[in-house]
Nanobody, 125 residues
Framework: QAQLVESGGGLAQAGGSLRLSCAAS????????MGWFRQPPGKDDREFVA?????????TYADSVKGRFTISRDNAKNTLYLQMNSLKPEDTAVYYC?????????????????WGQGTQVTVSS
């Protein structure tokens, strides 16, 4: 069974950057599609942030983060990344990485089977 562990969250100022990592154990990341989701404070559901195909060749982003965030993966290191630049206070949330059973990236939360425990990102104005 795959286990995912996020790290890299913390406090950042608006305009700053953070890099999240998601390390996999138990099963390799390849050839499965991976995604990042987030749950802002006070909201019940997790919203899509970014996803990447199993091979790493294709990515997709939520409109709210497009041009600011970059998803990438290193299958040799079994690690997924999310580089977050030009952070805004509205990016404050718990960020989760997730893995599909398919190599095709998806924006739908319910397409992902394995989830990490989440890492808190707080952006101050």
């Amino acid at each position: 069974q795959a286990q995912l562990v996020e790290s890299g969250g913390g406090l950042a100022q608006a305009g700053g950057s953070l890099r999240l990592s998601c390390a996999a154990s138990g099963r390799t990341l390849s050839p499965y599609a991976m995604g990042w989701f987030r749950q802002p404070p006070g909201k019940d559901d997790r919203e899509f942030v970014a996803a990447i195909r199993g091979s790493g060749g294709s990515t997709t982003y939520a409109d709210s983060v497009k041009g600011r965030f970059t998803i990438s993966r290193d299958n040799a290191k079994n690690t997924l990344y999310l580089q977050m630049n030009s952070l805004k206070p509205e990016d404050t949330a718990v960020y989760y990485c997730a893995r599909r059973l398919s190599s095709i990236a998806s924006t739908a939360r319910y397409d992902y089977v394995y989830w990490g425990q989440g890492t808190q990102v707080t952006v101050s104005s």
